[in-house]
C-alpha cells in the first residue's frame, strides 16, 4: 500500500475514531461521578444528535427513504439503546478485566457474522492475526486483574454480539447512503430510544460540576458524533467489515495509554507487552498479504 492510497483507504478513518472512543473511556470516567449510565447514553447522544443535526441541515443532507427506515431504526436500537442497557447490566456484575476481553470479542463475531451473511472471507494470515489481537488483550488485561465468571458475562456477550450486528448494518447502510447519513440517522434512532432516560438526565445535569458538563459535550461531539462518521466512513471504504472493526483491538491498549496521560494511571508491564502484541497483530492483519507476497516474490528471484 503507497503513501497515497493508505489515506484514501478505511485506515485513517477507523484509526480516528478509535482514538475519540479511547478517549471516551477517560471522559466517562470524569462524567460517572455525577451522572447514572442512562444519563450518560441519553445525553451524549442527544450532544451528538443536535450537532450533526446543525450539520446535515447546513449540508442540505437528503432524509433516508421511507423503505430503508426499519433499517436505521435497527441500527440505532442495536448499536446505542440495547447496547449500552446489555453492557452497563454486564459491567454491574464483572470486572473491568472481564469486560474488556469480552467486549474484544467484537472484531471475531463481526468477522464471522459477515462470513455467513454477506460471503466475506478472511485470508488464513487474517485469522491469525485475530488470534494474536485477542492473546494481546488476554495480556494487557488479565495478567494483572482477575477474570469473574456470572450472569454478567452473559450480558457481556450479548453487547458483543449487538455491536457486531450494528458493524454489518453500518455496511450495509454506507452502500447506499453517506457516511454522515448512514450515522448520523442511526444515531438520530437510539437516541429517541434512550429518550426514556430524559427526566433522570435533566435532574443530573443541575446539579453536575461544570467538568463534568465538559465532559459530557466531549462525549457527545468527539466520542459520539464525530466518531460514528468517521466508522461509516471507514465501512465505506472497506474491502471487508473485518478490516474496520479489527481497529477495535487496539482501544484497551490505547486507553491505558490516555489514562496514564490524562489521569495518571500509570501502566504496568502488562499494558507495555499486551500493547506491543496487540499492534503487532493489526499489522499482521492489514498488511501480513503483502508482505507474504512480497517474501514469495523475493523467493522466486533468489
Known amino acids: 500500500m503507497t503513501k497515497g492510497s493508505f489515506w484514501k483507504s478505511a485506515h485513517p478513518w477507523a484509526m480516528v475514531t478509535i482514538l475519540f472512543w479511547s478517549l471516551g473511556y477517560v471522559w ?57 442497557i446489555a453492557y452497563n447490566l454486564g459491567q454491574e456484575t464483572t470486572t473491568v478485566a472481564t469486560a474488556s476481553v469480552l467486549i474484544a470479542t467484537v472484531p471475531m463475531i463481526t468477522a464471522l457474522l459477515s462470513r455467513v451473511f454477506c460471503g466475506e472471507r478472511l485470508r488464513p ?120 472493526s479489527n481497529y477495535m483491538f487496539v482501544t484497551p491498549f490505547l486507553t491505558s495509554l490516555l489514562g496514564a496521560a490524562v489521569l495518571g494511571e500509570v501502566p504496568g508491564p502488562s499494558t507495555l507487552v499486551g500493547g506491543g502484541i496487540i499492534l503487532a497483530g493489526v499489522l499482521l492483519f492489514n498488511f501480513g498479504g503483502q508482505m507474504q507476497r512480497r517474501i514469495a516474490t523475493w523467493h522466486h528471484c533468489g
Open 28 to 84: 466517562t470516567k470524569t462524567a460517572m461521578g455525577y451522572f447514572s449510565a442512562g444519563s450518560i447514553g441519553f445525553l451524549r447522544y442527544a450532544v451528538a444528535s443536535v450537532m450533526l443535526l446543525v450539520i446535515a441541515a447546513a449540508g442540505g443532507m437528503a432524509p433516508p427513504r421511507r423503505k430503508d427506515l426499519p433499517w436505521f431504526l435497527l441500527a440505532g436500537a442495536v448499536g446505542f439503546f440495547l447496547y449500552m
Open 125 to 244: 494470515v487474517q485469522w491469525a492475526a485475530t488470534a494474536v489481537e485477542f492473546a494481546g488483550v488476554l495480556v494487557l488485561t488479565l495478567l494483572d486483574g482477575v477474570l469473574s465468571g456470572n450472569a454478567g458475562v452473559a450480558w457481556l456477550l450479548l453487547a458483543a454480539v449487538l455491536l457486531s450486528v450494528y458493524n454489518l448494518l453500518q455496511r450495509r447502510l454506507t452502500r447506499t447512503y453517506s457516511a454522515l447519513q448512514a450515522s448520523a440517522v442511526s444515531i438520530f434512532s437510539g437516541t429517541l430510544l434512550l429518550a426514556v432516560f430524559l427526566p433522570a438526565s435533566v435532574r443530573e445535569a443541575s446539579r453536575a460540576a461544570p467538568g463534568a458538563l465538559l465532559c459530557m459535550l466531549l462525549l457527545g461531539i468527539f466520542t459520539s458524533g464525530l466518531a460514528y462518521v468517521a466508522w461509516a466512513k471507514a465501512f465505506a471504504k472497506a474491502e471487508t467489515a473485518a478490516q474496520v
